[in-house]
């Protein structure tokens, strides 16, 4: 019974960080107005550049004009929903001292950010992520998931999402050591990005670079997920992808706990 209790009281303050999430967006639409605004032309500048690359060839690195018009808009539309300021706002608080309140509270440091980042989830797919695909579904065509992949496509973007929650709060955990964390954190997200398949697939890249960045778990953010949602891989390999998602974000989670107990022992010794 003090299990269950336990675990309630958990889900009650995970539930109580998604609503500040949430609401912190309520108290800045212009952010999400932003997102709405931009990527598109962000995506329709993608596709033309598409669009001009295909014109003298039906297929390269074995994707058609229409599965990568298909790839650029619908990973764009992924990093609408995967993007989170976790790395930045942890970082923020720990330069400024902050942190030190989040510490004290009763429960893992960890669980507040990935509380108040699926409020801010969740604000996005509803306000910015369906309402984009779904424009983008009919006014430009792009394909629709492979037929049967969709119990696969959805574990795998939502631990791709985990995937990209875990790799921002452990940027942010750096400041822990370094103290200033953010000319780390945007060259490690621009790095991600690309290694992760969000720009253009791995298989443009050449054999050797391609597979160096298939060491890392950035390929299952964008790249994977979306050769499950192209059918571009059997559904036994889809299934492969959705595992090897899941061992690197329990990997991952493991990591951010022993290097958030170092840096808590770290803050400690500094004064802060």
């Known amino acids: 019974m003090n299990r269950e209790a336990a675990l309630s009281s958990q889900a009650s303050i995970l539930l109580a960080m998604a609503r500040v999430g949430f609401a912190s967006y309520i108290a800045y639409p212009a952010g999400i107005f932003?997102?709405?605004?931009?990527?598109?032309?962000?995506?329709?500048?993608?596709?033309?550049?598409?669009?001009?690359?295909?014109?003298?060839?039906?297929?390269?690195?074995?994707?058609?004009?229409?599965?990568?018009?298909?790839?650029?808009?619908?990973?764009?539309?992924?990093?609408?929903?995967?993007?989170?300021?976790?790395?930045?706002?942890?970082?923020?608080?720990?330069?400024?001292?902050?942190?030190?309140?989040?510490?004290?509270?009763?429960?893992?440091?960890?669980?507040?950010?990935?509380?108040?980042?699926?409020?801010?989830?969740?604000?996005?797919a509803v306000f910015a992520t369906l309402p984009l695909l779904f424009v983008f579904l009919f006014i430009t065509r792009i394909n629709a998931p492979a037929d049967g992949y969709l119990p696969m496509l959805i574990p795998a973007v939502i631990l791709g999402y985990l995937l990209n929650f875990t790799m921002d709060y452990i940027?942010?955990?750096?400041?822990?050591?370094?103290?200033?964390?953010?000319?780390?954190?945007?060259?490690?997200?621009?790095?991600?990005?690309?290694?992760?398949?969000?720009?253009?697939?791995?298989?443009?890249?050449?054999d050797t670079i391609r597979k160096f960045f298939e060491l890392f778990p950035t390929q299952y953010m964008f790249y994977q997920p979306m050769q499950i949602y192209l059918g571009r891989v059997s559904q036994h390999d889809a299934w492969i992808i959705v595992l090897n998602s899941l061992l690197w974000v329990l990997f991952l989670v493991l990591f951010s706990q022993v290097m958030q107990w170092g840096g808590q022992k770290r803050l400690s010794v500094s004064g802060g």
């Open 171 to 206: 940027i942010g955990l750096i400041a822990f050591y370094i103290g200033f964390n953010m000319g780390i954190r945007w060259a490690i997200r621009m790095i991600m990005g690309i290694a992760g398949g969000m720009v253009i697939p791995l298989a443009y890249f050449p």
């Open 34 to 124: 932003m997102v709405f605004l931009s990527y598109p032309i962000i995506i329709m500048m993608y596709r033309y550049v598409m669009q001009a690359l295909y014109a003298n060839a039906e297929k390269l690195a074995g994707y058609d004009l229409q599965a990568m018009l298909t790839y650029v808009t619908v990973s764009w539309l992924l990093n609408t929903f995967y993007m989170t300021p976790t790395g930045r706002t942890l970082g923020a608080r720990v330069r400024d001292g902050q942190v030190a309140m989040d510490l004290i509270k009763p429960v893992n440091l960890m669980m507040i950010y990935f509380g108040q980042s699926l409020g801010r989830t969740a604000f996005r």
